[in-house]
Every structure is written in C-alpha cells, then in structure tokens.
C-alpha cells in the first residue's frame, strides 16, 4: 500500500500561517480522494479535509474558510494551506486516503503544528 511522509509544521503565533505537504511513496491518481486527519492532545484523531480526484473538497466546519486542501497527482502529493491558524488547531497532523474504505492502517509519523503566542 502507499505510505506517506508529511512535513511542514511548526510553532506559529495565533493568526499564522502554515503549509504542510504530504509526499506519497507511489501513485495517489487511483485513490478517489485524499484527507488530511489530526490528532490533539487527548483527543481522537479527526478529518480535517478531503479532496477528490476531481479537485472537490470538503472540509470540517471548524476550519472552514481558514484550510485549503490540495493535490497533484502527477506529483503524488497532498497540500494543506492553514491561515489564520488558532491555538485550537495544535495536533499531529497526518494525511491519508480518505475514499475508498476509509485511511489505510499504516499511519506516518505526522507533522507537529502548535499554534501559541
């Protein structure tokens, strides 16, 4: 199965701005669509966002109009854009497939954002 390596976190002051990227150890083009999960301190990891093949995307409301979620296939690599970043947004964030059938087992080893003055 594709394995993925994510990079790109950081501490950044409330209101920042971050930009993690995801690099696929083979193709993604067969996977319908890519999500970007985090996991805070104590808490269970969640979907942050999603994108189709199609470029659609979704996101969950908590970071609605702050996230902006992409990939390139040819690439094999998945982007998350985060501005206007809240103490709230602190976690590991880790990528995977999202469709078909929900992520993969295998999990990388995320990227650490911490969002604090």
């Known amino acids: 199965q594709v394995q993925f390596v994510e990079s790109g976190g950081g501490l950044v002051q409330p209101g920042g701005s971050l930009r993690l990227s995801c690099a696929a150890s083979?193709?993604?083009?067969?996977?319908?669509?890519m999500g970007w999960y985090r996991q805070a301190p104590g808490k269970q990891r969640e979907l942050v966002a999603h994108?189709?093949?199609?470029?659609?995307?979704n996101y969950a409301d908590s970071v609605k109009g702050r996230f902006t979620i992409s990939r390139d296939n040819a690439k094999s690599t998945v982007t998350l854009q985060m501005n206007s970043l809240r103490p709230e947004d602190t976690a590991v964030y880790y990528c995977?497939?999202?469709?078909?059938?929900?992520?993969?087992?295998?999990w990388g080893q995320g990227t650490q954002v911490t969002v604090s003055s």
């Open positions: 994108i189709t093949n199609g470029d659609t995307t």
């Open positions: 995977n497939k999202f469709w078909p059938g929900g992520p993969y087992a295998y």
């Open positions: 083979g193709s993604i083009s067969s996977i319908y669509a």
